[in-house]
Structure formats: C-alpha cells, structure tokens
C-alpha cells in the first residue's frame, strides 16, 4: 500500500534556527511527492515538488526538500526559520497511476521568537 | 493570480438534511478533487473529475455525490447528513498530469448539528 509518514506531530525551534520537518513514503514506481502548508482556517498552500532530476528541490518562502531514495524520504528543510512560518505542514504523494494525493498527518512547526 | 473559489464558506445543516458545496476551479484547469479534512486530521481524497468525468474515487460516503460541470466547476452534494460530516471541504484543481501540483481552495466549513 502507497503512504506517508510524518513521524513528528510537532516541532519547535528557535527562530532564525534552521529546521527540518521529517516525511518517509512508500510508492511503487516513482514517487512524486509535495510539501503543502497550512495556515488557521485556510486552504492548503503548495511549497514545493520533486518528480526527478536534482535531489535538492527548492521552493517557496525559502524551503527546499531533500529526496533521498535509499532512505525513501523527502525532509523539508528551511536554513532560517521565522516566526511566520509558523504552520501545519503536510508531505504528500502522488499514487502511482492515479491522480490523487496521499496525505501525511501533519506537523505543526511552531517558530519561537 | 486567479484561485480556486469555493462557495458558501460556512455552512450549518441539521442531521439528515441535505448540503450542496460549490467548486470554481483556476482558469485552464481541467482537474477537480475533492478533499475532506476533519478536525486535526489530514486531508482525505472524496473524488476528482477530469474534463466532466470522474477520474479517481477515495473514500466518499454513498450519500455524497459530485459531478463536474461543462465549465469546469464541480458541485459535491451531500444527503442525509450525519453528525460526522462536520468537517472542512477543500477543492483542488490542476491541470492534467501527475507531475502537476494541485491548488487547494480556501475550504467549506460544513457543521452539522
């Protein structure tokens, strides 16, 4: 079966820290996996993709992901966190053969001043 | 840049009773899904439609329908109304291809008391 984990519910760090939001799948074939952001009663923001090519992708608002396929993961990372980035972040995949996301839970990155 | 609209934002329905959410995706874009999210859970795929024809079904309740329309806006409708419905309903849409990112809605709030 094609998932997603994101082992941390939440992750703190001290603003100005850098941070990582941790996410693992498992796909059959070749993933495409996406980071998506959340604010309070908001609709879900996309940050970023990988389909192939470069291991480092780059996205919006200064995050990047590292895809490592032996570790079947794909980290969000972010060298300067701010306050305002402050949010509910979820990893997602594409199913193979089909259109739809698979979802991860979640993790709430909280940014302390 | 133009977003996906959903209409209405709020909703409040009673047990059994019937809800219509609307969904008026971005400009070009030929792919609608249907995602439900209930408190502190990860979306959950409902149904996507490509060019006026589902595509993909997920986990959507028999008393739900969905169809796309000729213009491309998507009208999920929900019947028989159970207290568990309560949740918030995000519309994507895409252009076609599992490569491409989905672009979320602001979200339906539909509770049910």
């Known amino acids: 079966a094609q998932s997603v984990a994101q082992p941390e519910d939440q992750v703190n760090v001290a603003e100005g820290n850098p941070l990582t939001v941790k996410c693992t799948y498992s796909?059959?074939?070749?993933?495409?996996l996406f980071w998506y952001v959340q604010y309070p009663n908001r609709g879900l923001q996309f940050l970023l993709k990988?389909?192939?090519?470069?291991?480092l992708v780059k996205g919006s608002y200064g995050f990047e992901a590292e895809f490592n396929k032996s570790q079947t993961s794909f980290h969000l990372k972010k060298p300067s966190a701010l306050v305002s980035d402050s949010a509910l972040y979820f990893c997602?995949?594409?199913?193979?053969?089909?259109?739809?996301?698979?979802f991860g839970t979640g993790t709430r990155l909280k940014v302390l001043a | 840049a133009a977003g996906v609209i959903q209409s209405p934002r709020h909703l409040i329905k009673e047990k059994r009773e019937t809800a219509t959410l609307k969904c008026y995706p971005i400009p070009r874009h030929d792919t609608v899904y249907w995602y439900q999210q209930g408190p502190g859970q990860d979306p959950q795929f409902l149904i996507s439609?490509?060019?006026?024809?589902?595509?993909d079904k997920g986990s959507i309740p028999d008393r739900f329908s969905a169809q796309q329309f000729s213009d491309y806006h998507s009208e999920l409708n929900m019947s028989s109304l159970e207290l568990g419905d309560s949740a918030l309903y995000f519309c994507a849409s895409s252009q076609r291809g599992q490569t491409n990112e989905q672009y979320f809605g602001p979200g339906t709030r539909l509770t049910v008391t």
């Open positions: 439609f490509y060019e006026k024809m589902q595509s």
């Open positions: 990988y389909i192939t090519g470069d291991n």
């Open positions: 997602a995949v594409r199913a193979t053969g089909t259109y739809k996301y698979i």
């Open positions: 796909v059959s074939g070749n993933p495409y």
